[in-house]
């Protein structure tokens, strides 16, 4: 099914922005278990594993792919194609025998069985038999899955929550309680939020929706529809509560999720910073802004040029000096050098590990995934590179 109209936004620097401000990186693992998984690394081609906090390569063992770890286990993929679980000792928690696997989440992964999608616990027990065509993990104590051509929301039991309406369709997944959709009437379309059990809880006339953050999601309203793009272009955007409500009037050219109670904004072409009243904190004097994280959010101050870091007060405190940049995590900010090579800084600015990465990782469990030409491994902290 294509993309539904009002989620295409006529500027495409906006959705690089919104990748960043979600926090998009190479590899991120999903949880910071402090073992990332790798591929490749001082093994034979086509073998994968794990490096533990202790810079240990654990899982010697013939893996084609091994996935993050998710609630204390990582999916894995032996040689023939099936999948299990290993935990983090890497041991075999849950024997290779699935088609095909996702992560664990509130419990239970979705698994595929001789072509049908059913539930496991940790111990690899079915708690909901494979009886379904697709299935993904759960999220608020749901999960989506497909019968035929119909979609359903089931629970944790395997009960049926409610069926998707064929004149609607979700996108994104449940946040907050609520997921938005669309609604299409012949050549029109409106855009809503379901909750949990199915139940429409407001539906209006936006071209954009966004899943709710912080008690708040963003919407798009106005701009016209380009008969030859077919986008809507010039839309406005601003915020509402859970009941529909607006809270902050559509004024903006773009608006991201609220984290830590302030959100970027896009104004007059310049991006900067309001609290959940809409009141600007930084004015809008920015290409590019990102989220804060230990105090920093990173900036660029024009179009292609260089990035830096401001403070909470929006004072430039690491002046612009690179190509790309990702958010503070441990201490430690992912730089690109303008000779495309990847390094990283503290808080300071100063260089701690020299830009010498082709690829890089943000640090998690005081390590890092790197790539150097064909050779991929780690760095710690200290910035020794372990093949």
Request: with cysteine; glycine share 12%; aromatic share 14%.
């Amino acid at each position: 099914m294509g993309i539904p109209a009002f989620l295409r936004v006529k500027l495409g620097f906006l959705l690089t922005l919104l990748c960043f401000l979600q926090g998009a990186s190479q590899d991120r693992p999903r949880e910071n278990s402090g073992y990332l998984p790798v591929d490749n690394v001082n093994t034979l081609p086509g073998q994968s594993g794990f490096i533990g906090p202790d810079g240990r390569f654990i899982l010697r063992q013939l893996f084609e792919k091994a996935g993050a770890y998710s609630e204390g286990l990582a999916e894995v993929q032996v040689l023939g194609g099936s999948w299990g679980y290993v935990d983090q000792s890497g041991s075999m928690k849950i024997q290779p025998r699935f088609e095909e696997t996702t992560a664990f989440s509130e419990g239970m992964a979705a698994v595929k069985l001789e072509g049908k999608w059913g539930y496991i616990d940790k111990k690899g027990h079915f708690v909901i038999s494979p009886r379904f065509d697709d299935a993904d993990g759960f999220g608020d104590g749901v999960a989506r899955v497909q019968i035929g051509e119909n979609d359903f929301f089931i629970d944790h039991s395997g009960r049926v929550k409610f069926k998707v309406p064929s004149n609607l369709l979700l996108f994104n997944d449940f946040s907050e309680g609520m997921v938005c959709f669309e609604e299409r009437k012949g050549e029109t379309s409106s855009a809503g939020y379901l909750n949990t059990s199915g139940q429409i809880m407001f539906r209006k006339r936006f071209h954009y929706a966004s899943p709710f953050s912080e008690g708040l999601a963003a919407i798009a309203t106005d701009g016209w529809w380009h008969s030859q793009t077919f986008e809507w272009v010039d839309m406005k955007f601003g915020y509402i509560d859970k009941t529909g409500k607006e809270i902050i009037s559509p004024r903006f050219e773009f608006a991201g999720p609220f984290v830590n109670g302030m959100a970027v904004v896009i104004q007059n072409r310049k991006s900067g910073l309001i609290d959940r009243t809409g009141k600007f904190v930084i004015e809008p004097r920015f290409y590019r802004l990102g989220q804060f994280s230990e105090g920093l959010a990173p900036v660029q101050f024009q179009y292609d040029g260089l990035w830096g870091f401001i403070d909470p007060a929006g004072k430039t405190v690491i002046e612009p000096q690179w190509r790309e940049v990702e958010g503070f995590s441990e201490g430690r900010a992912l730089v690109q050098e303008k000779g495309g090579k990847w390094g990283f800084i503290d808080t300071s600015g100063k260089t701690v590990i020299p830009a010498r990465f082709d690829k890089a990782t943000s640090f998690s469990g005081g390590l890092s995934t790197v790539t150097i030409f064909y050779r991929r491994g780690w760095v710690d902290e200290a910035g020794q590179f372990h093949p």
